[in-house]
């Protein structure tokens, strides 16, 4: 079964390397949301749909914060 650590370690990897996009994507949409009111956000369909991408890229941080303590 050592065959597939090499296969276990690639996935952590990518993992890795998604966990940090997520990471980089939350707060570089965070940071443009921050810079408008709510009111602007909530009149603006693009900032909605900023706020909605931002909010689903936090769902997947959190999943992967707990599933993998670790990660973090």
Not at 5 to 31: A, H, P, R
Not at 35 to 53: A, D, I, Q, R, V
Request: zero cysteines; aromatic letters at 6%; charged letters at 30%.
């Amino acid at each position: 079964m050592e065959q597939y650590s090499v296969l276990i370690g690639v996935i952590i990897e990518k993992l890795d390397q998604t966990y940090k996009d997520l990471k980089f994507n939350y707060d570089g949409l965070n940071s443009v949301l921050q810079s408008h009111t709510t009111e602007e956000t909530e009149n603006t369909p693009e900032l909605l749909t900023m706020k909605e991408l931002r909010d689903v890229y936090g769902e997947l941080i959190h999943r992967l914060e707990t599933r993998l303590p670790g990660i973090k």
